[in-house]
């Protein structure tokens, strides 16, 4: 058994490198330039090993290989994958959910949770409830600090409820808090993807989208896609929850906060609100145009040094940093981001020449439509389908532009396929390549072995968000739009 495995992984790495390297020693197929063939194959290669080998090892050995693609190095392609904004942010959200996590806040929020009176009635109505905190905490924030709070709040639960790595329903826990946190982000027009989609739509001189008929539909199909996850998880995966249905007996009152609890949810409201409130308000000056010159990034490790720095009144540390980058980083999740961000660039650089032929593609697939409907729901199919391969600005800023194009003629409501596609576009989490949310999830060790076993949950949620979005689609986006 031992000697079978072992071959049998010889086996995938082999596959994995073959996929890298041929693409530079075989001709180029017609249609394809040489660097595309090659970052074809490292792509490929790379989703490959992700799901048989391992996470560590794929990405870096991805990263090396991109690196001798003509129109990279491997310096640059480090450069990009560690040093760019998105793996910084990332990488001090974790270390600020360490900080939650040594000074108990997260047990907190997680006893609150099972005392409630109405998570005591049904198992299903504590996981809605935990992916509904999920939701709001994204939507006030960001997509990753939902992630990293709402884990840890989990994690939480499932200590004092006595689940273990393995058990089904921390599983699809963990996959639904990222579909929830994807849908929540996505719910209002001022986040970054959306912002830079409605410039596209707005840009083609067509009628305004109102912001509130916006949140209004995308609200409706993030709440209306989290619903149908639990139920077929529910009927599908057939978890056990009887430890949940126990949850009250685990329960205790925790008492008043601290005083490191109080001075550290003080940093806390102070760390989101820096974070925030800069990109609600794009281009004001005083304090908010301060803190968008600092960036997001810079903003966060501030706040960081302050709380490294306090002191007790017993003058001890209010928390320990080292421990907290120490405990709170995932490395293998933070590597597969790393390797995520500069391979998503490379699909879609003009310089590697895939760009045209995607474009060629999608105009060719959605112009031999010929029913505004089909032709709405084939965009929205393609555009979840993409967005797990090639990260999500890339496909919104390629696609819009041709969906725009042939509404018209199809007799399609533009705006209304513009907003939904604002959401459409976040729901990447099926494949690692979907881009940093995606390689957080993928990257999870504390519940999952590797991808195998995070592809029926994210397939699930996946799907589930294909239903809620078309069927919100067609029958409330025409009474908004």
Same mark, same amino acid.
């Given at each position: 058994m031992a000697e079978g495995k072992r071959v049998s992984r010889i086996a995938c790495v082999a596959v994995m490198v073959a996929l890298m390297a041929l693409p530079f020693g075989l001709p180029c197929p017609e249609g394809l330039t040489q660097s595309g063939f090659k970052v074809l194959g490292i792509f490929l290669g790379c989703v490959f090993g992700w799901s048989t080998v391992g996470v560590m090892g794929t990405s870096l050995l991805g990263m090396v290989f991109l690196g001798f693609v003509p129109e990279f190095s491997v310096q640059g392609v480090f450069k990009e994958g560690f040093g760019g904004t998105t793996f910084m942010l990332v990488f001090f959200m974790v270390t600020f959910a360490g900080v939650l996590d040594q000074v108990g806040l997260g047990e907190r929020v997680a006893q609150w949770i099972l005392r409630r009176k109405f998570t005591r009635r049904d198992p299903w109505v504590l996981s809605l409830s935990l992916l509904l905190t999920a939701y709001v905490t994204s939507f006030v924030t960001s997509v990753m600090p939902g992630i990293i709070i709402s884990w840890g709040i989990l994690s939480s639960i499932c200590h004092a409820c006595g689940y273990k790595r393995?058990? %089904?329903?921390?599983?699809?826990?963990?996959?639904?808090?990222?579909?929830?946190?994807?849908?929540?982000?996505?719910?209002?027009?001022?986040?970054?993807?959306?912002?830079?989609?409605?410039?596209?739509?707005?840009?083609?001189?067509?009628?305004?989208?109102?912001?509130? %008929?916006?949140?209004?539909?995308?609200?409706?199909?993030?709440?209306?896609?989290?619903?149908?996850?639990?139920?077929?998880?529910?009927?599908?995966?057939?978890?056990?929850?009887?430890?949940?249905?126990?949850?009250?007996?685990?329960?205790?009152?925790?008492?008043?906060?601290?005083?490191?609890?109080?001075?550290?949810?003080?940093?806390?409201?102070?760390?989101?609100?820096?974070?925030?409130?800069?990109?609600?308000?794009?281009?004001?000056?005083?304090?908010?145009?301060?803190?968008?010159?600092?960036?997001?990034?810079?903003?966060?490790?501030?706040?960081?040094?302050?709380?490294?720095?306090a002191r007790m009144a017993d003058g001890k540390p209010l928390v320990n940093l080292p421990a907290a980058i120490r405990d709170g980083a995932p490395w293998e999740s933070m590597i597969l981001i790393a390797c995520a961000i500069p391979l998503s660039s490379a699909l879609t650089n003009a310089d590697v020449g895939l760009s045209p032929l995607f474009s060629h593609g999608f %105009?060719?697939?959605?112009?031999?439509?010929?029913s505004a409907a089909l032709f709405s729901v084939l965009f929205v199919v393609v555009v979840v389908l993409l967005t797990n391969v090639m990260g999500n600005v890339t496909v919104g800023v390629v696609l819009l532009p041709i969906m725009i194009a042939a509404a018209p003629s199809m007799g399609a409501n533009a705006?209304?396929?513009?907003?939904?596609?604002?959401?459409?576009?976040?729901?990447?989490?099926?494949?690692?390549?979907?881009?940093?949310?995606a390689a957080v999830l993928h990257g999870n060790r504390d519940w999952f072995a590797g991808s195998s076993q995070i592809y029926p949950f994210a397939a699930a949620g996946a799907l589930s968000f294909v239903l809620s979005a078309l069927a919100f689609m067609l029958v409330l986006g025409p009474l908004l739009f």
């Open positions: 393995g058990d %089904s329903w921390p599983k699809l826990m963990t996959v639904g808090i990222v579909l929830a946190c994807c849908m929540g982000h996505s719910a209002w027009p001022i986040e970054v993807l959306s912002f830079t989609l409605l410039g596209i739509y707005d840009a083609q001189g067509l009628p305004p989208i109102n912001y509130l %008929s916006f949140t209004v539909l995308n609200t409706c199909i993030g709440l209306g896609a989290m619903g149908l996850y639990l139920t077929a998880c529910r009927l599908l995966f057939k978890p056990d929850v009887d430890r949940l249905s126990r949850a009250h007996d685990f329960a205790r009152d925790m008492g008043p906060l601290t005083r490191a609890q109080k001075a550290v949810v003080a940093f806390t409201v102070v760390f989101f609100a820096v974070l925030f409130l800069p990109g609600a308000f794009p281009g004001a000056g005083g304090l908010l145009g301060l803190l968008e010159s600092v960036g997001t990034v810079g903003c966060a490790v501030v706040v960081l040094a302050a709380a490294g720095m %105009s060719v697939l959605f112009g031999s439509v010929g705006a209304l396929l513009t907003v939904v596609t604002c959401i459409a576009c976040n729901a990447a989490f099926l494949l690692p390549s979907g881009g940093p949310t």
